[in-house]
């Protein structure tokens, strides 16, 4: 075994020997052929080098899929889930590093982090035009074999909605069954979502927000606070003299707003798919999800639309 990091046999010779290769050098040699190990001065012998496969652990993830219906399009819909959750895993990261720099008061990593958020989400927007050509028919032959799992229970997409701040306890039960998974979604439960950790630094810039949220049980939801709203009034009246303030608050409106449209496509590719059919998971489907559709993350930021 080697250390993960420790380059192999070959790594550090790779651009010093395309430079030298006689295809990489020689005019009179036609491209596209081969010369030796070489095609096009890319490597051909790979042995005891980590390839790209190595890197990326493609046996696992290739690996990873095992339909369970003989039907052909089983494999969309795993891939569909599968990519989904890299990419939920990817946003829980920008997410938590965000946080932590908004509590740092270190405000412009946390922009850049928080736009690539925003971007994740809207291409997760667009992906559901792929899952969109299933058609019910098809969904039919997959349902039987997809018994009560449901994304309702993604522990990452719990952990996503509570780092957001759409606290609620209940919904760490489903993970009950597993110790690790639990652990998880519960410590995400219980600390401070991005918003939170906004209004502390909020807090900290001097407004004054009465009835703080900047000490409380955090695994319980918000309630709209005015003088929050009253704060964020103040920042979009005087951007340019609490500029920091107003982009980040701009950043959380963008994620929101990629959000939204996330839940209101599931909700549409849904209905498409199983009209008005109880879910996987037990609830009535459709109506389940169009209620999170009401679901707010930011009430405060969106109000000042209206008062400005
Ligand atoms: C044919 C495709 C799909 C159907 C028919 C479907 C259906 C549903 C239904 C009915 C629910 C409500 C819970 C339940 O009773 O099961 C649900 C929840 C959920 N689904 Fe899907 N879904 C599909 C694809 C996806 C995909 C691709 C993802 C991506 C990760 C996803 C993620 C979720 C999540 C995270 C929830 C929980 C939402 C919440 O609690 O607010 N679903 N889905």
Redesign the pocket.
């Known amino acids: 075994m080697r250390a993960e990091g420790t380059p192999l046999k070959g790594d550090s010779t790779t651009e010093s020997t395309a430079a030298s290769s006689p295809v990489a050098t020689d005019p009179a040699v036609r491209v596209g052929t081969a010369v030796d190990d070489r095609f096009e001065g890319a490597r051909l012998d790979h042995a005891g080098a980590m390839t790209y496969g190595d890197y990326l652990h493609l046996d696992e993830i290739l690996g990873a899929q095992h339909p369970r219906s003989p039907d052909h399009n089983e494999m969309l819909?795993i891939i569909?889930?599968q990519t989904?959750?890299l990419w939920i895993k990817l946003m829980l990261q920008e997410l938590r590093a965000a946080r932590d720099r908004i509590t740092t008061d270190d405000l412009q990593p946390a922009f850049k982090m928080l736009a690539r958020v925003s971007r994740i989400m809207e291409q997760l927007v667009h992906a559901w035009d792929v899952?969109a050509t299933?058609t019910p028919t098809e969904?039919s032959a997959l349902r039987p074999y997809l018994g009560s799992s449901?994304?309702?229970q993604?522990y990452q997409?719990r952990e996503l909605e509570f780092i957001l701040g759409n606290k609620k306890p209940v919904m760490v039960k489903p993970h009950a069954h597993r110790n690790d998974l639990h652990e998880r979604v519960q410590r995400a439960l219980q600390a401070p979502s991005l918003y939170d950790e906004a209004i502390r630094l909020l807090v900290r810039r001097g407004f004054a927000i009465e009835g703080t949220d900047v000490e409380r049980d955090w695994s319980q939801p918000r309630e709209f606070c005015e003088t929050l709203s009253q704060a964020w009034l103040e920042v979009y009246r005087k951007p340019e003299a609490h500029w920091d303030l107003y982009q980040l608050a701009e950043e959380f409106v963008d994620l929101e707003d990629a959000f939204r449209q996330w839940r209101f496509r599931?909700v549409t590719?849904?209905e498409r798919?199983?009209g008005f059919k109880?879910?996987?998971?037990?609830?009535a489907?459709v109506a389940?999800?169009r209620k999170?559709l009401d679901v707010v993350l930011f009430p405060e930021l969106w109000k000042v639309r209206t008062d400005l």
Do not use: C
Request: glycine share 18%.
């Open positions: 819909f569909q889930h989904s959750e899952l299933l969904y449901s994304g309702f993604s997409y599931h590719t849904v798919i199983i109880t879910g996987t998971g037990g609830t489907g389940y999800l999170m």
